[in-house]
């Protein structure tokens, strides 16, 4: 089917995607969506010669009748099928080269997964001076912690009630009067 020095790199290839997404693969069989990832992440799949549904087909047409998978001989036939879908204007030969280049230069990808924050999210998050009501109390101008006096509303005992804003002065005030 295929040369025996293109066999050890499509190899490679097959091995790459087989194993992606699960941690318990082997790498000696491809199932259904690791297949179509390939398909799609070589760029088999494009659009007009060969869309998903043409590789669903082809997938299913050479594994075996009760199998989710397929190993890599059925690889190579399935290559085999859509070479001449994929390049219609080039004999088998030259289809089937230009197939096999382009599994062997491909790799799975990871578009499309979310990526960890920068610490844009997270700066602004933590920007003690941007926060307001009870939270605000909780750190002092610097933006460093106060602890427990932070979180607690400690006690005072001088007869006036918690955050009023004349505290202490009722003293001063009586002597103005007197």
């Known amino acids: ?56 087909i082809v997938f299913s047409k050479v594994k075996q009748k009760s199998a989710r998978i397929i190993t890599f001989e059925e690889f190579q036939l399935a290559l085999h099928e859509l070479a001449p879908k994929r390049f219609k204007g080039k004999s088998h030969d030259e289809a089937l080269r230009s197939i096999f280049n382009l599994v062997e230069a491909g790799a799975p990808s990871n578009v499309g997964v ?15 001076s941007r926060y307001t009501g009870s939270h605000k109390e909780r750190f002092d101008e610097s933006g460093k912690g106060k602890g427990r006096e932070g979180r607690e509303d400690l006690v005072s005992n001088t007869g006036y009630v918690g955050a009023y804003k004349d505290a202490g002065t009722y003293d001063a005030k009586m002597k103005d009067l007197k």
């Open 114 to 128: 979310t990526k960890m924050s920068k610490a844009g999210g997270v700066d602004r998050l933590t920007d003690t």
């Open 1 to 56: 089917m295929a040369e025996n020095v293109d066999s050890f790199d499509l190899l490679e290839a097959f091995k790459k995607f087989a194993i992606h997404g699960d941690t318990k693969a082997t790498g000696n069989e491809l199932n259904g969506k690791n297949w179509a990832k390939l398909c799609k992440d070589c760029k088999i799949t494009d659009g007009k010669n060969v869309s998903s549904t043409d590789v669903d």
